[in-house]
């Protein structure tokens, strides 16, 4: 069973089979196979695993800086030490645009942990890297529609949908001016930004995502989720895997 703060109930954990057991060790739930807890743990808090093995001693719970930066010791130390060029740590900025989409996807789930899943249909939606890759502007990749192009990681996720249009804009702002290169045409912000430029939207040039990246509801987990698959979604449409 999981606790969905959504709906404040108990519910059975998303994925697992909702038909009655058919013997009471059954109704208690599923052994878990002995590397299972680090793939858990791993996603869900820092320093789970070192040395290629699970460490329920030093895990650190929640993502903190650790979690996507790898151990800091060594880092805190040449700060210390004035060295403030040091790449002691590791950043994620420096990925291109398809391992950044990889590595926020290495727990927000890719193409490639789908596949392996076998997860079909509307639950796919939990998975926003691979949302992402779906989309027709996605391509092999473009930097302007990555995770962290709309997401700061260290900043808490902001839920205004209009705060977002800065980065559609940015493609799909049509005319002879972008938000993001002002000034140009489009000629000119392509070879600045080495991408096409989208069209221009005819029915509206703000809250793109409410109509772009729409919510659809999982009714077994009682909320809702933004579908990041970037695309022409008809009003009140069904999901579309």
Known sequence: MSYYSAGKLLDFTTGNPRSEPDQIENALG?????????FCFGCHAAAATTEDHFNEKQLIPGVTCEACHGPGAEHATQMNLGNLQSRAIMNPARFGPVGSVDFCGACHRTSVDVALSGVT?????????????????WGTGDARITCTACHNPHQPLVRNA???????LSCHAGGST????PGLNSATRQAK???AIGKACPVAQKSCVTCHMPKY?????????????????????????
Do not use: W
């Open 217 to 241: 509801t999982i009714p077994e987990m009682h909320t809702s989720f933004t579908d990041h698959k970037i695309a022409i979604h008809p009003k009140d449409s069904s999901f579309v895997e």
């Open 178 to 181: 972008s938000t993001e290169h």
């Open 121 to 137: 249909g509307i639950f796919t939606l939990r998975f926003p890297a691979y949302r992402l890759q779906r989309s027709r502007c």
């Open 193 to 195: 930004t080495g991408s």
């Open 30 to 38: 599923r052994r878990m196979l002995p590397t299972e807890p680090a």
């Open 162 to 168: 209009e705060a977002y249009d800065k980065n559609c």
